[in-house]
């Protein structure tokens, strides 16, 4: 394995110093397309990027689950007047379209979409997205998981939402229910939605705006600013809002404060409520 990674280290090396020397002598960068497969370094390709599309159509009548698992590519999932789900894959790649697997089915009351590919991209193009289209109905549950890619979820209803991306940002708008939102690498933006809420981060920021808090707000981060508005104040809330490297803001009309610092500020409004949580490691800490 390590032999692999410094032959991989050396190649990359090498084909940083050529970009270099053609950025220099014509003034343009260029873009190397390099994959590493299950048997591991592939070959360096200048072709132009493959133009990729594949459409599925799916009866979604007795759907009752969804489940999306993406290997590299921006999944959007939204409603749609339709009692079939839609699947279609769009965009352009330094893999050609062989090299993505796409399949879309029901199983039992689940939706499962899972897009795959034999390579992954290193260093290239990949502009590819995943758009899910589903009928509009209350779902008991909504699971997309994406490794390298964007999360863009809208006007979808469900009891309870997981989403998980390892590298990219996660956006959640208008939707209901219950959520749980992860990020390695990526912001998280939740706008619009009603639910508990418990996201986490390890490097980016967490943003979310609510009409009102009526529900419990769980925000974590380690790397990147925590903010969390309420557009109108609630009238019943306590708070617990800390950094160990950053500051600590609360804009609370109201509010009474147990424990006001720099760094940590708790209190309350009214008695009792939804619990709002929010923590980082390294940047600020807002409620307003």
Request: neutral net charge; charged residues 10%.
């Amino acid at each position: 394995m390590l032999k692999q990674l410094a032959i991989i280290g050396g190649a990359l090396v090498v084909v940083g110093a050529i970009g270099l020397g053609v950025e220099a002598r014509t003034g343009h960068g260029i873009t190397f397309p390099i994959a590493i497969n299950s048997t591991g370094f592939s070959s360096v390709s200048l072709k132009s990027p493959s133009l990729i599309h594949e459409e599925k159509t799916v009866s979604a009548m007795d759907v009752t689950n969804i489940s999306v698992n993406s290997d590299i590519s921006k999944v959007e999932v939204l409603p749609q007047a339709s009692k079939q789900a839609a699947v279609v894959l769009n965009g352009t790649s330094s893999l050609p379209q062989s090299d993505f697997h796409l399949s879309a089915k029901v199983v039992g009351h689940t939706l499962q979409v899972v897009l795959n590919t034999e390579t992954h991209v290193v260093n290239g193009s990949n502009n590819i997205t995943l758009e899910i289209s589903v009928p509009q109905r209350t779902y008991q549950s909504v699971g997309v998981n994406d490794s390298v890619g964007t999360l863009d979820i809208h006007d979808i209803s469900a009891k309870s939402s997981n989403f998980q991306v390892d590298t990219g940002k996660i956006t959640v708008e208008n939707v209901t229910g219950s959520i749980t939102a992860s990020s390695s690498v990526g912001a998280i933006q939740v706008t619009n939605c009603s639910g508990a809420l418990n996201l986490s981060t390890q490097t980016g920021a967490i943003n979310v705006t609510v009409p009102k808090i009526v529900h419990s707000i769980k925000a974590n981060g380690s790397i990147g600013a925590v903010t969390i508005t309420s557009q109108s104040a609630p009238e019943h809330m306590t708070f617990d809002l800390q950094t160990d490297t950053g500051k600590v803001t609360a804009n609370v009309p109201g509010a009474t404060y147990s424990t006001n610092r720099l760094t940590r500020i708790t209190g309350s409004v009214g008695t009792g409520g939804p619990q709002v949580t929010a923590a980082t490691s390294i940047g600020s800490v807002t409620l307003n």
